[in-house]
């Protein structure tokens, strides 16, 4: 049971900004909002985690509601490359063995 | 650092057969998983070692699965005797205790068709 709600899929045109969102509203005061990327026929790729402030990386931004019980994934300008199922994950710190993969969401990155 | 290295990529084997997939994980890190997927159930968590010790197998389906870590740098998942329902994809990962929790580094997988 990942926990956690996801659109099935989403379209994005290249060169335009993905927002991905992802519900969590039972999200408890110790767990972290992941997000993990599977491009076709990889394995899984660690994107962001945060617990309750905005984070950005290299790779993406991650907005958290002030009452932490939804998220969204920004991918800034999106490339064909970022075709891929986007899995949000809920994690208590220190529980990597506590990973559990829902069904995620599609984005189609189009030209 | 050449990341978590699997072995074979693809395997096709006959029911009944034997099958043996390969894990090299990240040098120094301390913690490793072997994942399933398939389209109908997903990725699923079989079995995670710590410092080379089993910690959980209750995601193993049952006793013609096992998995060994004879050192810290190699891992075995084994299926004896495979059946069709067990054509998937198998991943390993490893991640090290006191980075990025949650930050697992994935292989690139072993397809597993059996006949």
């Known amino acids: 049971d990942a926990k956690t709600t996801q659109p099935p899929s989403m379209d994005c045109a290249e060169g335009r900004a993905a927002n991905l969102p992802c519900n969590h509203s039972?999200?408890?005061?110790?767990?972290?909002v992941y997000w993990y990327r599977q491009i076709h026929s990889q394995g899984p790729q660690y994107i962001i985690h945060g617990l309750k402030n905005n984070e950005t990386n290299e790779m993406a931004s991650l907005i958290i509601t002030e009452d932490r019980k939804s998220s969204t994934l920004i991918l800034p300008h999106a490339t064909l490359r970022d075709t891929a199922v986007y899995y949000c994950?809920?994690?208590?710190?220190?529980?990597?063995?506590?990973?559990?993969f829902g069904k995620g969401t599609k984005l189609t990155v189009n030209p | 650092d050449a990341g978590v290295i699997q072995s074979p990529r693809h395997e096709v084997t006959e029911m009944g057969q034997e099958v043996t997939l390969r894990c090299k994980p990240i040098?120094?890190?301390?913690?490793l998983f072997w994942y399933r997927q398939t389209m109908m159930r997903g990725l699923e968590l079989l079995i995670y070692f710590n410092n080379n010790v089993p910690i959980d197998d209750s995601g193993m389906p049952e006793d013609r699965f096992s998995a060994k870590m004879p050192n810290a740098s190699f891992s075995t998942l084994k299926i004896q005797p495979s059946e069709p329902r067990d054509s998937a994809v198998y991943f390993c990962a490893s991640t090290l205790f006191g980075g990025v929790t949650g930050e697992l580094f994935f292989g690139e997988g072993s397809r597993l068709t059996v006949l």
């Open positions: 040098s120094g890190h301390d913690y």
């Open positions: 994950i809920r994690l208590p710190q220190g529980g990597s063995e506590k990973l559990v």
């Open positions: 039972t999200i408890s005061g110790n767990e972290y």
